[in-house]
């Protein structure tokens, strides 16, 4: 049933992104809720996986870890962070989220705003010294 408020979202509303074969669930933005100011997906990172060095030029980020633990990086600084555990990502810093381990790792990723003029990711994982600091692969 669609909630005609767009205040109360079930996995079957939100807006589903495929990554490395599992589903990412936007579970607030604009396309699924009324909000002008937050977004909120519950992604999970299968073991060995992860997401590249980018940057959000216009979102403020963080990352709250739900399950398992994650290698993030902001900037040049690497922290393993685990349940309970938070990363904090100004608008425009770089920043990456690796599984290291062998099994599925959930996290919250809560971005504000809920819209941006320019793009919403930029990748920077090919370039200098993102490219080196962590290989992907």
């Known amino acids: ?16 992104e495929d990554f490395k074969g599992r589903t990412n669930y936007w579970m607030v933005r604009t396309e699924v809720a009324d909000s002008k100011d937050l977004q909120l997906c519950r992604a999970v990172l299968p073991a060995r996986e992860g997401h590249g060095f980018h940057k959000h030029p216009e979102l403020e980020e963080i990352i709250y ?16 962070l685990y349940p309970g555990e938070v990363a904090h ?22 971005l ?3 819209t941006t003029q320019g793009p919403f990711m930029v990748d920077v994982s090919g370039e200098e010294p993102w490219k080196s600091l962590r290989p992907v692969g």
Do not use: Y
């Not at 870890?65 to 393993?80: I, P, S």
């Open 1 to 16: 049933m669609t909630n005609p408020s767009r205040r109360f979202i079930t996995t079957v509303e939100a807006l589903k």
């Open 65 to 80: 870890v739900l399950e398992g633990e994650v290698e993030q990086w902001v900037e040049a600084e690497k922290r393993t």
């Open 112 to 114: 504000s705003p809920s």
């Open 89 to 110: 990502i100004p608008a425009g810093m770089v920043h990456a989220t690796f599984n290291a381990s062998d099994r599925d790792a959930i996290i919250l990723a809560i």
